[in-house]
């Protein structure tokens, strides 16, 4: 019987080994425990080993240099080596050598086998990005997210972000998901309410008012001596544009808060970072005024809201090349300051990306390439929910969002990983068998569809194409003909889903479909939403509405 064979008791250690044996069985083939290579016969053995362990042991077939979150697979004969850099590395190399040993597949929630297998699985590998993660704002819903969790680290992610308010939440029920897989996670977002009992406080009524920071400073030292899970804290102004007035004291009160509240929880080794984020479409709030110094303590994470993803971040509107300007200013000077600069992206959005969700797979393919190009620390992911309205007003209760979104988020975790583009497309699609390349081609179709339709966002702000009752003046024949050319692709080219599996179907019940049916049922709310969309806007004519081609 081969046997595992391992030199450390740290929980995610023994984790990495309880899940090779699980996911060994689940194939038929069991395996034995071997501690610390006590036994004299270690032929047949799968070594797990932290990279100093290795060097330091005989076993040491040839010395390897890993990078952080990096690790090897050493696949000779009998043997095999996992080696990883750190304990979680230890994890990332398991799922990895399952996958091509075993042909285990981590495309969706659920694992699955797509009986795939490669001969020799020995590899190096290294993430392209140091901080690739999820951030969760507002699901409520721990099963998820531990789902999630799993699914994460499966596919490479080293992070987690909750809002102060969520985590209050969920702490108790992903905690000890989180902590045996050690996972980082960063607590913060729009939290101030939570954190000051304070509703809508304006983005610079803390900065002006050290008391009030101090009791902010004490609750969140208070949170993170509680949670030694945590090790960055990421506090956000409200959501809320700044008077003019406030534009040369914002950024420059905000940073000096930042740095304040980095020195109280230096003990506690937890990082802080501020937001650069156009909040209200606010420019003041996303561009470093020339006044303004780049914090030598606290991280950047920069969020652009408003972006066309239907175009690359060097072009499009005038818009968008102010907002990459802006990207690549604070990247060079938190460069010079040895600072973490940290991108997040909205691919996972259902509120930027509306119920018209576009799959972004050459953008994000694009995306990872000119971030890393930057030279971007790390890209974040951040997953907000569909805003489900009144049945007269959008979509019901049955749109199955995380199904819907997790191709996006597959995508971006691999990408951000550092993984082949072509191999991550066919492992999403090669269940679907001789189909595979037709679906495959309406996805990649409905992506330079769908997402020119982002382009409305900031002409509608606050409002969304898909929001046509929060417009007072109605219709666009731009928009309309958008809407017209996505109907017509869908009547064209998708396959109708049969009303015997709508009748069955809910927005949780994803695993007991099929890809196709899901594919099916995905292309079916997209042209629901679509048909509504086109029928309202063209209630009545817009007066003063700027075109997005303009914007």
Same mark, same amino acid.
């Given at each position: 019987?081969?046997?595992?064979?391992?030199?450390?008791?740290?929980?995610?250690? !023994?984790?990495? +080994?309880?899940?090779?044996? %699980?996911?060994?069985?689940?194939?038929?083939?069991?395996?034995?425990?071997?501690?610390?290579?006590?036994? %004299?016969?270690?032929?047949?053995?799968?070594?797990?080993?932290?990279?100093?362990?290795?060097?330091?042991?005989?076993?040491?077939?040839?010395?390897?240099?890993?990078?952080?979150?990096?690790?090897?697979?050493?696949?000779?004969?009998?043997?095999?080596?996992?080696?990883?850099?750190?304990?979680?590395?230890?994890?990332?190399?398991?799922?990895?050598?399952?996958?091509?040993?075993?042909?285990?597949?981590?495309?969706?929630?659920?694992?699955?086998? !797509?009986?795939? /297998?490669?001969?020799?699985?020995?590899?190096?590998?290294?993430?392209?990005?140091? %901080?690739?993660?999820?951030?969760?704002?507002?699901?409520?819903?721990?099963?998820?997210?531990?789902?999630?969790?799993?699914?994460?680290?499966?596919?490479?992610?080293?992070?987690?972000?909750?809002?102060?308010?969520?985590?209050?939440?969920?702490?108790?029920?992903?905690?000890?998901?989180?902590?045996?897989?050690?996972?980082?996670?960063?607590?913060?977002?729009?939290?101030?309410?939570?954190?000051?009992?304070?509703?809508?406080?304006?983005?610079?009524?803390?900065?002006?008012?050290?008391?009030?920071?101090?009791? +902010?400073?004490?609750?969140?030292?208070?949170?993170?001596?509680?949670?030694?899970?945590?090790?960055?804290?990421?506090?956000?102004?409200?959501?809320?544009?700044?008077? *003019?007035?406030?534009?040369?004291?914002?950024?420059?009160?905000?940073?000096?808060?930042?740095?304040?509240?980095?020195?109280?929880?230096?003990?506690?080794?937890?990082?802080?970072?501020?937001?650069?984020?156009?909040?209200?479409?606010?420019?003041?709030?996303?561009?470093?005024?020339?006044?303004?110094?780049?914090?030598?303590?606290?991280?950047?994470?920069?969020?652009?809201?408003?972006?066309?993803?239907?175009?690359?971040?060097?072009?499009?509107?005038?818009?968008?090349?102010?907002?990459?300007?802006?990207?690549?200013?604070?990247?060079?000077?938190?460069?010079?300051?040895?600072?973490?600069?940290?991108?997040?992206?909205?691919?996972?959005?259902?509120?930027?990306?509306?119920?018209?969700?576009?799959?972004?797979?050459?953008?994000?393919?694009?995306?990872?390439?000119?971030?890393?190009?930057?030279?971007?620390?790390?890209?974040?992911?951040?997953?907000?929910?569909?805003?489900?309205?009144?049945?007269?007003?959008?979509?019901?209760?049955?749109?199955?969002?995380?199904?819907?979104?997790?191709?996006?988020?597959?995508?971006?975790?691999?990408?951000?990983?550092?993984?082949?583009?072509?191999?991550?497309?066919?492992? /999403?699609?090669?269940?679907?068998?001789?189909?595979?390349?037709?679906?495959?081609?309406?996805?990649?179709?409905?992506?330079?569809?769908?997402?020119?339709?982002?382009?409305?966002?900031?002409?509608?702000?606050?409002?969304?194409?898909?929001?046509?009752?929060?417009?007072?003046?109605?219709?666009?024949?731009?928009?309309?003909?958008?809407?017209?050319?996505?109907?017509?692709?869908?009547?064209?080219?998708?396959?109708?889903?049969?009303?015997?599996?709508?009748?069955?179907?809910?927005?949780?019940?994803?695993?007991?479909?099929?890809?196709?049916?899901?594919? *099916?049922?995905?292309?079916?709310?997209?042209?629901?939403?679509?048909?509504?969309?086109?029928?309202?806007? *063209?209630?009545?004519? +817009?007066?003063?509405? *700027?075109?997005?081609? +303009?914007?």
């Amino acid at each position: 019987m081969k046997s595992i064979a391992y030199f450390n008791s740290h929980a995610t250690t !023994c984790f990495a +080994v309880e899940e090779l044996r %699980r996911l060994f069985r689940q194939a038929g083939i069991e395996l034995g425990m071997n501690r610390r290579g006590r036994h %004299r016969d270690l032929q047949g053995s799968i070594f797990i080993m932290l990279e100093k362990e290795y060097h330091s042991s005989p076993l040491c077939k040839s010395p390897l240099t890993l990078s952080k979150d990096g690790f090897a697979l050493i696949d000779e004969g009998d043997d095999v080596w996992i080696v990883g850099k750190e304990e979680r590395s230890l994890l990332y190399g398991v799922y990895s050598f399952c996958e091509k040993k075993l042909g285990y597949s981590w495309v969706h929630l659920n694992e699955g086998r !797509c009986g795939t /297998y490669t001969e020799n699985a020995t590899s190096v590998q290294t993430p392209l990005f140091s %901080r690739r993660g999820n951030i969760i704002e507002t699901i409520d819903d721990p099963l998820y997210i531990n789902r999630l969790i799993d699914w994460g680290v499966k596919n490479g992610l080293n992070e987690f972000f909750f809002t102060f308010f969520l985590w209050d939440k969920v702490k108790s029920y992903v905690e000890p998901e989180l902590v045996k897989r050690n996972m980082k996670v960063t607590l913060g977002g729009h939290s101030l309410a939570f954190l000051t009992k304070e509703m809508g406080m304006q983005p610079n009524h803390l900065l002006r008012d050290s008391g009030m920071q101090d009791h +902010v400073i004490s609750r969140i030292h208070e949170i993170c001596i509680g949670s030694p899970v945590v090790n960055r804290v990421s506090l956000w102004p409200e959501d809320i544009g700044i008077d *003019q007035d406030e534009y040369d004291d914002f950024m420059p009160a905000y940073i000096t808060f930042s740095e304040k509240l980095r020195a109280s929880l230096k003990e506690l080794n937890v990082e802080v970072e501020h937001i650069v984020y156009n909040a209200g479409l606010e420019w003041k709030m996303l561009e470093r005024a020339a006044g303004t110094n780049v914090s030598q303590e606290a991280d950047v994470l920069y969020a652009y809201w408003g972006r066309d993803y239907s175009a690359s971040i060097h072009e499009a509107s005038e818009e968008q090349k102010r907002a990459a300007a802006s990207l690549m200013d604070w990247r060079t000077e938190t460069k010079i300051k040895n600072r973490s600069f940290t991108v997040l992206e909205y691919y996972s959005d259902h509120f930027m990306l509306s119920e018209l969700f576009p799959p972004l797979l050459n953008r994000m393919k694009q995306d990872m390439a000119d971030y890393k190009k930057l030279q971007a620390d790390g890209v974040l992911n951040l997953i907000v929910p569909c805003h489900i309205k009144p049945l007269s007003q959008g979509i019901n209760a049955d749109y199955p969002w995380k199904w819907i979104h997790g191709l996006n988020n597959f995508l971006y975790a691999g990408l951000c990983w550092g993984k082949d583009f072509d191999s991550l497309v066919d492992a /999403y699609f090669s269940p679907l068998g001789e189909k595979k390349e037709t679906y495959l081609s309406i996805i990649l179709e409905l992506e330079n569809i769908l997402a020119k339709h982002t382009a409305w966002n900031v002409p509608l702000f606050p409002a969304r194409l898909v929001d046509t009752e929060k417009v007072k003046a109605r219709s666009s024949q731009e928009i309309v003909t958008c809407l017209d050319e996505l109907i017509d692709f869908l009547n064209e080219h998708t396959p109708a889903v049969s009303e015997e599996l709508l009748d069955i179907q809910n927005k949780d019940n994803f695993d007991s479909f099929t890809m196709e049916e899901m594919l *099916q049922i995905y292309f079916y709310y997209v042209k629901k939403t679509a048909v509504r969309c086109k029928r309202e806007w *063209q209630g009545g004519n +817009v007066d003063g509405l *700027q075109s997005a081609s +303009v914007l």
